[in-house]
């Protein structure tokens, strides 16, 4: 399925599926984002433990969807803080309830979509269950992965890896539809945190998956940039 077909397959759904139905609060109590709550596990020294927060900002979700915009220029001297790296990446794909399961939708749940973020410290991997990241990669691969210059100095480059390993039935279509679902999120967390943020698919693949090493069974299906 091409990029651009399966991104206008997904717009009428991911309103739809991806958007939490209730404001403020998280839906249940004592989930790894929530503060006051403790991450399960120990992290690694190549481990960022992110930050808990508060989810009652009281911006309204109207006011994300008014202001909720493809931006493809950006102030490479803005940078991210560990909150708004830790708001988006729960926004994203985060998990919303104490059975596991997260705020995008995923058949089946078997999650096969993989959240990789390239930050100027290096690339990581986004662990929902901890709400912490993984380092993959010490270098900061940023400009190198869009073909469009203005993405280049985007704060936050999301990569959007699929792992076939948990790929229901081969179905490459359902873990795009998952994809739609996590970028709307972004969108809408990014309008929420007044940055920009741009789905493209304008992506150097072949060379973004060599140097992060990628085996044979992770596919980088798209990638979205953030930032001021």
Known sequence: MKRRVFMGWVACFTLGLAIPKRRGTSLAEGLPSDRGSST??????????????EKASGFPLEKAL?????????????????EEISRLLWAADGVNRTNGR??????????????LVALPEGVY???P?????KKLLPDDIRRSIPTQQGFK????????????DRLPGGRMEWA????????????????NLGLGSCIFAGVAYDRVTKAMGLKENQVLRIAQAVGG
């Open 40 to 53: 399960s596990g120990s992290a690694g020294t190549q481990d960022i433990a992110l930050p808990p927060f």
């Open 66 to 82: 008014l202001e909720r915009r493809s931006v493809r220029s950006y102030n490479p001297d803005r940078k991210l803080s560990v």
């Open 176 to 191: 795009d539809l998952e994809i739609g679902c996590i970028g709307q999120n972004i969108f809408l967390e990014a309008a």
């Open 102 to 115: 997260r705020t995008a939708p995923s058949a089946r749940a078997r999650y096969p979509v993989d959240v």
């Open 125 to 127: 991997v986004y662990e």
């Open 153 to 164: 100095y985007a704060a936050m480059i999301v990569l959007f890896v699929i792992n076939k």
């Open 129 to 133: 269950e901890g709400h912490r990241m």
